[in-house]
């Protein structure tokens, strides 16, 4: 598990390009997973084909990760110019799982898609999907600015640079929807 299916630094430098994806399909534990599957399953517009499903939630996962690890890099790269340290530091880094890239780059092509729609928050309380969609980017947005090392609710740390990599897949394959470019998009 934690070879094949934890995406880091590290791992990346030693070969093993794959946890780019497989991390995607492991989670810290039963709530985790639950909670990514939960918000994917009640994000999805069923107009769609199940293939922009898995090209969301790969390409999503994908971006999410590269953003993350960029994001890791870049922090190591310029807070340590010991070559030596910054080497340790990035066999260091922590590693990162979970659907979290994916699942908002569904939530973020489905609110383009259906702005005027509402969400309910919580199961309850009704929001517009475009208000909602706004106010879970600008968390992710200072999140990330405040720094990933912060731990979320559940203990674990939240990858919020990750959320914004996979929430950019979204936005840029609704723009490629709207413009006709992708085929498989409809039934």
């Given amino acids: 598990m934690a070879k094949h299916f934890l995406v880091s630094l590290q791992h990346i430098r030693a070969g093993y390009i794959q946890t780019l994806v497989t991390s995607c399909f492991s989670h810290k534990d039963v709530m985790h997973l639950l909670a990514n599957m939960f918000t994917l399953y009640f994000f999805w517009n069923r107009g769609f084909s199940g293939k922009l499903v898995y090209f969301l939630y790969i390409c999503g996962g994908l971006a999410g990760n590269l953003a993350s690890l960029a994001e890791e890099y870049y922090r190591i790269a310029s807070s340590i110019k010991n070559p030596w340290a910054r080497d340790v530091a990035i066999r260091r880094s922590p590693p990162a799982l979970g659907a979290s890239g ?3 780059a569904s939530v973020i092509f489905n609110i383009l898609v259906s702005p005027q729609s509402t969400v309910l928050l919580y ?3 009704p929001v517009p999907a475009l208000l909602f969609g706004g106010l879970w980017i600008y968390y992710d947005i200072a999140g990330a600015m405040g720094g990933q090392q912060s731990p979320g609710p559940s203990g674990h740390f939240i990858g919020y ?4 990599g996979g929430a950019t897949t979204g936005a840029l ?3 490629a929807y709207r413009r006709g ?7």
Wanted: net charge positive; aromatic share 10%; hydrophobic share 50%.
């Fill in 173 to 175: 394959t609704y723009l």
């Fill in 181 to 187: 470019l992708l085929r498989f998009v409809t039934r």
């Fill in 161 to 164: 640079t990750a959320h914004l």
């Fill in 102 to 104: 994916s699942v908002n």
């Fill in 123 to 125: 199961g309850i309380v």
